[in-house]
T-cell receptor, first 116, second 111 residues
Framework: NAGVTQTPKFQVLKTGQSMTLQCAQDMNHEYMSWYRQDPGMGLRLIHYSVGAGITDQGEVPNGYNVSRSTTEDFPLRLLSAAPSQTSVYFC???????????????FGPGTRLTVL | EDQVTQSPEALRLQEGESSSLNCSYTVSGLRGLFWYRQDPGKGPEFLFTLYSAGEEKEKERLKATLTKKESFLHITAPKPEDSATYLCAVQAANNFNKFYFGSGTKLNVKP
């Protein structure tokens, strides 16, 4: 049981390049999400998915695309990288709780992205 | 607007010196409040979920409490291995697909 895995761990891009951050979970969780973490700003939600084929925007979706073709995978695409997208990106999956719906989130180890 | 504010930004304690971290929130109906621990270079790790005012949860030296406007994470007799950043997050009742995080409190426990 690997939990939530993310690749790559580190990435350097030039302005205008595109790339895909990979995220996979083996816990059969329906809800998955992507966050970015910047110094002093905490975690901000980019996009989320409540199940295969269903995605929606979070707080800071501009410049990012997502898709969810399977329960396990939730890739994040940067269409045309900008220096403002330099950040640490975390993927998370959440099990549902009978008490109050979505509950604790399990986070991946993160991808540290630098855009020059 | 849903908002989470954590204080202090940083806290330095001597080993054994108890203290509390604060998480204040404004949300249109609270569905859940979450505490996470984050070590440098790693993803956040879940600690507690609180659902209603008056609720308390404990785990080793940590105890989380909840009121209608804020939550406290009490650390009793901390050890150096408790050093980490502690994050608070809320889930609103009217939009439970979104989680809002505070910017965290960086705790440093000196031996």
């Amino acid at each position: 049981n690997a939990g939530v895995t993310q690749t790559p761990k580190f990435q350097v891009l030039k302005t205008g390049q595109s790339m895909t951050l990979q995220c996979a979970q083996d816990m059969n969780h329906e809800y998955m999400s992507w966050y970015r973490q910047d110094p002093g700003m905490g975690l901000r939600l980019i996009h989320y998915s409540v199940g295969a084929g269903i995605t929606d925007q979070g707080e800071v979706p501009n410049g990012y695309n997502v898709s969810r073709s399977t329960t396990e995978d939730f890739p994040l695409r940067l269409l045309s990288a900008a220096p403002s997208q330099t950040s640490v990106y975390f993927c998370a999956s959440t099990r549902t709780s009978g008490h109050a719906g979505y509950n604790e989130q399990f986070f991946g180890p993160g991808t540290r992205l630098t855009v020059l | 607007e849903d908002q989470v504010t954590q204080s202090p930004e940083a806290l330095r304690l001597q080993e054994g010196e108890s203290s509390s971290l604060n998480c204040s929130y404004t949300v249109s109906g609270l569905r859940g409040l979450f505490w996470y621990r984050q070590d440098p270079g790693k993803g956040p790790e879940f600690l507690f979920t609180l659902y209603s005012a008056g609720e308390e949860k404990e785990k080793e030296r940590l105890k989380a409490t909840l009121t209608k406007k804020e939550s406290f994470l009490h650390i009793t007799a901390p050890k150096p291995e408790d050093s980490a950043t502690y994050l608070c997050a809320v889930q609103a009742a009217n939009n439970f697909n979104k989680f809002y995080f505070g910017s965290g409190t960086k705790l440093n426990v000196k031996p």
